[in-house]
């Protein structure tokens, strides 16, 4: 953390080249979920389950 002018702020790394952070193709997988991931309060494997794509 950095304290600068009295106030708390995260050092963050400068970001120049949007590759550097761009996954590979294939890297990711976008899946469904439950809204039980909407809450906080809820924890555990069961939210990475995949849901039933809609009919």
């Known amino acids: 953390m950095c ?3 009295g106030r708390r702020r995260l050092a963050r ?13 294939g890297e990711l997988t976008a899946t ?5 991931v909407d809450n906080v309060r809820n924890n ?3 939210l990475l389950e995949p849901i039933p794509e809609p009919a």
């Not at 469904?32 to 039980?36: E, H």
């Open 13 to 25: 790394p400068a970001r120049t080249d949007p590759d550097d952070h761009t996954p590979a193709v």
């Open 32 to 36: 469904p979920v439950g809204t039980a």
């Open 44 to 46: 555990g494997p069961q």
């Open 3 to 5: 304290f600068a002018g």
